[in-house]
């Protein structure tokens, strides 16, 4: 039996599910500055499964760093969420 697929699977679905509230926290928090942080996080990760010879672990961290990249994007749209009231704006954090 072969639980490759299986586990990249379920890794790229945690993984999906983690960034979320991920976003939604980081927004909340600290808006859309720390877009950098999600790209430094796709970098380091997207080297690292340029070298990681193994396929499972390789796989998730392409995985992990396009999710990450992704969330750059989804920080922009909470922006744009929070500002239709769809989620609660942060009343400590000064936005100009």
């Not at 379920?10 to 991920?22: A, D, E, K, M, Q």
């Amino acid at each position: 039996m072969n639980f490759t697929g299986i586990i990249i699977g379920v890794s790229s679905f945690l993984c999906i599910g983690l960034f979320h509230p991920i976003v939604i926290k980081a927004e909340y928090y600290l808006g859309v500055r720390c877009w950098w942080i999600f790209l430094l996080i796709a970098v380091i990760c997207i080297a690292g499964s340029l070298f990681t010879a193994a396929t499972i672990p390789s796989t998730i961290l392409g995985v992990v760093a396009f999710s990450s990249l992704w969330s750059i994007l989804e920080l922009f749209k909470q922006r744009e969420r929070v500002a239709k009231g769809w989620f609660p704006k942060n009343p400590k954090r000064n936005d100009k």
